[in-house]
């Protein structure tokens, strides 16, 4: 039994029916979080915590690291904790401004990943984006090319949402969104994706992507190399605002 939860609807009032009727599920699938333990959609755990009037981490300790992938653990603990996250992007969306669609899309493409593990790591990058739904989110500057938002992941209408949601989140005063655009020629970001992260302590942590698992770097001369690509990227962006004019203007073009 989840007792945090069963405590939480009895401290506010609520009862199975009028929280399943909030969140929008059925009775029987609150019932299932509360009699089984089971673990509920990342979008109905945020919902249900807000009307809960609790964090999720309250009612559902710990969820996305029982989910995590092992080798990726250490990066999570150290973006959970970041004050600031600077995240270039090549090739895809930052995973932490994916739509549930692109990031099944994006996860699914290949053939490479099982079926059956495919919802359960969508599941997971939806409930890391909750750090960013937090009182005191984290600074998120994205930077990515103009490539990413042109290549059809998922097709037109997966395309067009994301887009959407992208422009959606960059209104947010914590999130900045830059586009590096396709005039420019040779720049570092062509050497691959990179997320640095600022600690309350200001002390700097780097993560690195590749195919097989991701690398997280905290050496002073791999942490300086890190921010002079940082450096050269942003130098070669578009401003906040012409990047997001441009990010609708092509989420248009996904008919």
Sequence with gaps: MNDA?????????????SLAERVGVDPKTVSRWLLEDRIPHARHRLTAADALQKNVSDIWPDISRRRALIWFRPWQEIEREAT?????????LPGLLQTEAY?????????????SEVARLVDHRMSRQLILHREEPPLLTAV???????????????????????????????????VVPSTVGEYAGLNGPFIIATASDH???GYLDNQLQGQVVSEQAEIAAILAA????????????????????????WQ
Aim: no cysteine.
């Design 5 to 17: 939860l069963r405590v939480a609807l009895r401290d506010t009032g609520h009862t199975i029916e």
């Design 203 to 205: 002390r700097l942590a």
């Design 84 to 92: 600031t996250l600077r995240w270039f992007e090549p090739n895809v």
């Design 144 to 178: 990515l090319d103009e490539a990413v938002l042109r290549r059809p992941v998922g097709g037109p209408t997966v395309m067009r949402e994301q887009l959407l949601a992208l422009a959606e989140a960059s209104t947010r005063p914590h999130i900045r969104i830059h």
């Design 230 to 253: 940082w450096e050269n990227v942003r130098g070669e962006t578009l401003s906040h605002w012409q990047s997001v004019d441009l990010i609708r203007e092509v989420a248009q073009s």
């Design 103 to 115: 990031a099944r899309a994006v996860l699914t493409g290949g053939g490479l990943i099982p079926r």
